[in-house]
C-alpha cells in the first residue's frame, strides 16, 4: 500500500484534529504525531500553524475563494442570481466545516488576537471571502447588471453574514436541523438579488 506523501498527511491530520479537538487544541506536535512525523518535519512544509490552518481552508474545505475569484474575472458569466445561488450554496457549506474549528478561538481572547495577527501577516483572515464576495459584485456592477447604487460590501457581509449563522443558529431550533442547502441558498440569492439587481428597480 502506497504511503501518502508528508504533506498530504499533515493536512489530513491537521483538518481531523483541527475539526474533532477545534483549532485552539490543534497544536503542531499534535497534528505532526496524528500525521506520523516530527514536528520539525511539519515546520519543513508550513511555516506556522495559521498557514496549516489557511491550507487546510484552501486544500480541504469548499472552494469558496476559487470560485469567488473565477466569477470576478469574469463578470456576466451565467445568470446573477444563478451565481449568487453557487456562492450561497458554497458559502453555507463552507462555514459549516468552518465553523466547529474556528469556534475554540472566540473562548480565549489572546488567542484570537495571535491567531488573527498571523493570518494578517500571510494575508489572510475572515474577511477575504468578504473582499471577494464584493469585487464580484463591484464587476456585476461595472457590467450594468447590479444597481449603481447598490452598497456591494454591504451585499457581500448580508450573504457571507446569512450563510455563516446558517451555521450556527439553526442548531438550535427544537429540530436540530438546519435548512437544505440548496433550497436555503436559493432563497438567500433571491431575496439578495431582489435589493440589488438592476432588472428589479422601479
Known amino acids: ?48 500553524k495559521e498557514e496549516l490552518f489557511v491550507r487546510v481552508l484552501d486544500e480541504r474545505m469548499p472552494r469558496l475563494t476559487p470560485l469567488l475569484s473565477s466569477l470576478s474575472a469574469e463578470p456576466g458569466r451565467a445568470g446573477l ?8 450554496r ?14 475554540s478561538l472566540y473562548a ?10 498571523a493570518l494578517r501577516a500571510i494575508g489572510s483572515g475572515p474577511h477575504v471571502p468578504i473582499e471577494g464576495l464584493a469585487a464580484y459584485l463591484s464587476a456585476e456592477q461595472a457590467a450594468g447588471r447590479v444597481r449603481a ?25 427544537d429540530s436540530a436541523e438546519r435548512p437544505s442547502v440548496d433550497e436555503f441558498a436559493a432563497r438567500l440569492a433571491a431575496t439578495l ?10
Open 81 to 88: 442570481e444563478e451565481n449568487l445561488t453557487e456562492i450561497a
Open 193 to 202: 438579488l431582489g435589493g440589488i439587481s438592476v432588472a428589479d428597480r422601479p
Open 149 to 173: 447604487d447598490a452598497d456591494t460590501h454591504a451585499a457581500a457581509s448580508l450573504l457571507l453574514g446569512a450563510c455563516a449563522h446558517r451555521a450556527f443558529a439553526y442548531d438550535a431550533l
Open 90 to 103: 458554497e458559502a453555507a457549506l463552507f462555514y459549516e466545516q468552518v465553523f466547529p474549528i474556528a469556534a
Open 1 to 48: 500500500m502506497e504511503t501518502k506523501p508528508a504533506r498530504v498527511r499533515i493536512l489530513d491530520a491537521a483538518h481531523e484534529l483541527m475539526l474533532t479537538v477545534g483549532l485552539a487544541r490543534a497544536t503542531t506536535k499534535e497534528i505532526a504525531r496524528a500525521a506520523g512525523c516530527s514536528e520539525a518535519a511539519l515546520y519543513k512544509y508550513f511555516d506556522s
Open 108 to 117: 480565549e481572547v489572546q488567542l484570537k488576537r495571535r491567531h488573527f495577527d
